[in-house]
């Protein structure tokens, strides 16, 4: 979205700017997220004039539903989205006659599908958002499944001073792990390999380091 007329009159200060943004998109000034494109201040205040781009989170929610809406026609699949919103934080819920087929062997179509969506959404408005795209709560219910694994692992490793090398996973599910691990005495966890062989690695140690992504 981007403000430089008003009633066909050039926008004169960021001010104006904002405050036109805030009537147009229904939000408060504190809710816009803003970059200034173009701005000539003139001669003693007069010719000035700015343009800028501004966006607010009901932008980016609307993205994401004409988004996937679009996708999902595309690839002719009848596919329900609810979209919940907590802060700058998106979970998106799908629901689709043979949810099988999005979440595919291992969930590997579900990861594809968060990756491509999240990879829309920050070109899009050029800042990183946190977005979950979940199928019947099946990457919960794997986010809890790594969990109780990493924690039994922990335990072995920490009883024999053995390390542990997981299977390849994806960043956010990593996330999780070195999470679940972050408060392990002597465990620490460590990111290796490449792409797709890019896995975790529990680790024994006598002093707790920083895990490394």
Known sequence: FKVQKRNGKGIKNLDDALRE?????????????YNVLEENKGFLGIGSSVKIEAYCLNDVKEFLFD??????????IE?????????????IMLDAENNAVLIGKNGKTLQAINTVVKSAVNSEFKRKFKILVDINNYKQERYSKLKSMAIRIAKNVSRTKVDASLDPMSNDERKV???????????????EGEGLN???????????????E
């Open 177 to 191: 792990i070195h999470q679940a691990l972050a408060n392990f005495k002597h465990i620490k966890t460590e990111s």
């Open 21 to 33: 943004a805030c009537i147009k998109k229904d939000c408060r000034i504190d809710e816009l997220t």
């Open 198 to 212: 890019r896995h975790l690695v529990i680790k024994y140690v006598d002093h707790k380091e920083e895990v490394s």
């Open 79 to 91: 596919c329900s989205v609810e979209i919940f919103q907590k802060d700058d934080s998106f979970t």
């Open 67 to 76: 988004y996937l809406g679009n996708f999902f026609t595309n690839a002719n």
